[in-house]
């Protein structure tokens, strides 16, 4: 099994917890993020280290021992430094452009594709083939950054579509025309 739960989170300058029964708040220069902890885990925080201890050595205490330390790690590394996935855009004339608190994709449909940002979510286009999604919140940013890359998917011919900048996509060959049979 693994020993996440055990570890310590070390908070850096400026990122403050406060534990409120089974809620837990995080605050930090980039924001406020809060999650509700399951009651088979209790948090402690003291002198800038937050541990998490289970009440009873059950399966289900075990794994949400480690599931919550990750939730508020995770808390902790969004306030204070942010997250961010980067979408590439492939495929003859496809582009996208920001206007104001959206992005605007041409992305071979019969129209554009508009994406508002979301209050959490800040989009931006370092180019004219990149999307750029960031925020605080890690499940927020990714759930955000899925919904993008399926309005195009990559197809496995060309690559054209959206995909992420560290994704793999594995290549089809395509049909050989030409190889008359006689």
Known sequence: MSRIGRKEIILPAGVTVEVNGQNVVVNGPKGK???????????????GVVCLTRTNET???????????ALLNNMVHGVSEGFSKKLEI????????????????NIGLSHNVEVVENDGIKLDCPSATEILVSGIDKQMVGQYAAKIR?????????????????????????????????
């Open 59 to 69: 399966n289900d205490a075990k794994a949400k021992h480690g599931l919550y330390r």
């Open 90 to 105: 492939k495929g003859v004339g496809y582009k996208v452009s920001k206007q104001g608190n959206k992005i605007v994709m």
């Open 33 to 47: 993020l809060s999650q509700d902890v399951d009651k088979q885990i209790v948090v402690k925080c003291e002198n």
């Open 150 to 182: 399926a309005l195009k998917p990559v197809e496995p011919y060309h690559g054209y579509g959206i995909k992420y900048s560290d994704e793999v996509v594995i290549r089809k060959v395509g049909k050989t025309a030409g190889k008359g049979k006689k």
